[in-house]
């Protein structure tokens, strides 16, 4: 009964058969429907990977398969670090577990581990641990020295949880609500220090860390309270997108003392529920219409890695708005 329900999510394709095995998201089989092709019997699903660009071999596909076919496959998310592919439980009513497998794989410990030529598992240069995935948000002791002060609990999760999003949706659950701005905030310094001490700096202690994203997070939400105030005659209201469909927001917030401007990306679902969190800094001299677009862009990259297709984009700027949407060149 069980086994009827399990599939594969595809991450690079590497260890599923393509006509034999599960894969397919279509709820009747979860197999390939078109004829099998004699000359792949035996194939796996990385034939069909371009693993350079991580996207699917766009024509190669639509050779091999019935044309609705090929379109299902080409909707299948690739995660852009093509981790191992994973058996999916998929018999749930609420879909909670097919949204999350979409997720797999989309941590940056991964991504950059793989841009750095890095083995994937390596001692922790903050404690005793091993840094697989996970580690450095939450099994790490210096994670959870910072979460003990930040007062963050994520009951039910494992000790190293897959990826960052694992963590973000368990601490959404968790009764009562907790601060997930904080979380958010808190996860990037987390972050920052890790990546510092690889390249040599010396670690920050906890209480800086949690002390650090505390100033951080308030001055953000100063910005945007008086950026608020001054956008009146607007309404801001947020209205949730139309059914299945995500809404990504994307924000910009200039910090001068600091140099920097903060870009904040929140991508919600039809329900309003939060799918995905980020925020980066980007260097000052940028000027504010480049940092309106290069946050726009990392919104939709971002939302793009999430697996989500259907987004709607919001922003402040109705120039890089309208860019888009129009393909119109900008002013520069
Ligand atoms: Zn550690």
Known sequence: ?????IRWSIGNGDKVKI??????????????LTPINPLMYNEKVSTLID???AMWKFE????IFLPHEAS????????STLPEDRKVWSGTANGVFSVRSAYHGILPTKTKLKDCKIPMEVECDLCEGVEIVGHTFWSCDFAVAVWQMANVKAPGLMANPPNFMDLFWCVMEAKPAQDLEALATTAWFLWNNRNAVRHGETSRIALQIF???????????????????HQSHVPTLWRPPPLRWYKTNVDVAAFKEQGQYGIGVVVRNDKGQIMGALSKTLPYPLGALDAEAKATEIGIIFSWELGLREIILEGDSQIVMK????????PI
């Open 323 to 330: 860019a888009i949407v129009n393909h119109e060149p900008g």
């Open 19 to 32: 006509w034999c095995d599960k894969w397919i998201p279509n709820p009747e089989t979860y197999k390939v």
């Open 1 to 5: 009964m069980v086994e009827d329900g």
């Open 60 to 63: 190669l596909i639509n050779s």
């Open 211 to 229: 002390e650090a994203s505390r100033l951080y997070l308030a001055e953000f939400q100063t910005h945007c309270s008086s950026s608020n105030a």
């Open 72 to 79: 299902t496959i080409l909707a299948i998310p690739l995660s």
């Open 51 to 53: 693993k350079e660009r």
